[in-house]
């Protein structure tokens, strides 16, 4: 009997150990695209990531972008905070997509994020960060890199 009980509690703390759950108190977010991967004078670049949080209560997101110098960073800057319903992310879901647009240096789109032209053709990457009502932050979840064409 004692052996059984053993094995009985061995199973259910291996069950219970090998469970993940995928929500946290903390937001999560992973990038998981970004195109196109060559940008031009009036493209539209689209980055698409996944988010996950226990509360679901996301309030804002702050979008980073990484100019590169080789495989250095040599601008690191943040476009700005937005609050979620700037960005389309709809209120109180524990898990979403989130699908951020820029406009590459022109001003066709009023409702779009305008992304300004660069002085010489330029390796970048983009990033996003989460806070929620409570500010907890998320991890930082950063795209590919892509390449910006001069105008």
């Known amino acids: 009997m004692n052996q059984r009980f053993q094995l009985f509690f061995l199973l259910i703390l291996f069950a219970v150990s090998c469970s993940k759950d995928k929500f946290t108190s903390e937001p999560k977010v992973e ?3 970004i195109e196109p991967a060559t940008v031009y004078n009036g493209n539209i670049i689209k980055l698409l990531a996944r988010y996950t949080d226990e509360e679901g209560d996301i309030d804002s997101v ?6 590169f110098n080789g495989n250095n960073p040599s601008r690191v800057d943040t ?7 700037r960005l389309g992310i709809p209120p109180a879901l524990r ?3 989130i699908a951020v647009e820029f406009e590459y240096n ?12 660069v002085t010489r053709d330029t390796t970048a990457a983009f990033g996003l960060l989460l806070i929620d009502k409570t500010r907890k932050r998320s991890n930082y979840g950063e795209s590919n ?7």
């Open 31 to 33: 990038v998981r695209s």
């Open 62 to 67: 702050y979008i980073v972008y990484k100019w």
């Open 79 to 85: 476009l700005m905070r937005f609050p979620t319903n």
């Open 95 to 97: 898990e979403s997509d």
């Open 106 to 117: 022109t001003y066709n789109q009023t409702n779009m994020l305008t992304l300004p032209g």
């Open 145 to 151: 890199k892509i390449r910006l064409k001069r105008p």
